[in-house]
């Protein structure tokens, strides 16, 4: 209401004598700094407190989803992409072709060669198809094929557009950006096992793999109880429909914090 938005102007520790940022800058503001957070904390804290949040899931990971700067130039939302340039080997192509977005336990992020199928039917699989489909990205499932060579990989070019935000001082405590190199059907935890990278210079990455095979005789005639593993497609997982050593620990810590505070996170 008028009333409502007049009060909380009023209240309000910003000086007109003084640009905003001297609040957050002057360790003499630091009183004004608190009040601040807490008149931007209140109201948002006060809405999560009465909304039911199942009902309104939908609308919050939309939110979400272009809530940071997007991996593609999106115009009628956010004209920079993060994403200026792509090459696979000596092929320079649309970074469309090559990466999607998905949610990670940062927010969203680009992902190159993830499988997002390996995830079981649920809304949050449903809303991730529906936020591609509408900023009009789709599946690619084409193979790439390693050669070896610092030149024959993957190639990008990054934006992160500091002259418009500086990511440093907003969301991290650090001004890097950061990667993360895990399996194809793997969650991506930024937070635990992501690299932080340095803007403004050229960074190389060396990837090597391994395969862990097994006779197939191994599957008929052990039980999983008796051989203390599982193939892929015994999962008994339920996000995931591929099972992994890493899916099955990502799941696990899911579960240990729903029994324990009955939430879970916004990501699944």
Request: glycine letters at 4%; aromatic letters at 10%.
């Amino acid at each position: 209401t008028e009333t409502e938005t007049t009060n909380y102007i009023s209240d309000s520790p910003i000086s007109e004598d003084k640009p905003l940022f001297d609040i957050f800058l002057n360790p003499s503001e630091s009183t004004n700094k608190e009040a601040m957070e807490a008149l931007v904390h209140a109201p948002i804290k006060a809405y999560f407190d009465a909304v039911n949040l199942t009902q309104v899931y939908a609308d919050i990971f939309q939110l979400l989803w272009y809530s940071q700067l997007p991996c593609f130039s999106t115009p009628e939302i956010n004209p920079d992409g993060l994403l200026s340039l792509c090459s696979w080997g000596d092929e320079q192509l649309d970074c469309k072709e090559l990466f999607q977005t998905v949610p990670t336990d940062s927010g969203m992020c680009c992902a190159f060669n993830m499988n997002t199928a390996s995830l079981r039917d649920s809304l949050y699989k449903d809303l991730i198809q529906n936020m591609k489909q509408e900023n009009n990205e789709t599946e690619n499932n084409r193979e790439f094929k390693v050669i070896p060579g610092k030149k024959n990989g993957l190639t990008v070019m990054l934006d992160n557009h500091h002259n418009k935000v500086t990511f440093g001082s907003v969301f991290d405590d650090a001004l890097g950006m950061q990667v993360f190199v895990g399996e194809q059907e793997e969650f991506p935890m930024m937070k635990e096992r992501g690299k932080m990278l340095a803007p403004g210079h050229e960074h190389f990455l060396e990837i090597s793999g391994y395969i862990v095979d097994a006779d197939v005789e191994l599957r008929s005639k052990l039980l999983p109880s008796e051989r203390k593993c599982f193939f892929g497609d015994e999962s008994n997982l339920e996000y995931f429909d591929k099972y992994s050593l890493n899916t099955c620990k990502f799941e696990c810590s899911i579960k240990h914090v729903e029994q324990s505070i009955s939430c879970v996170p916004w990501f699944l």
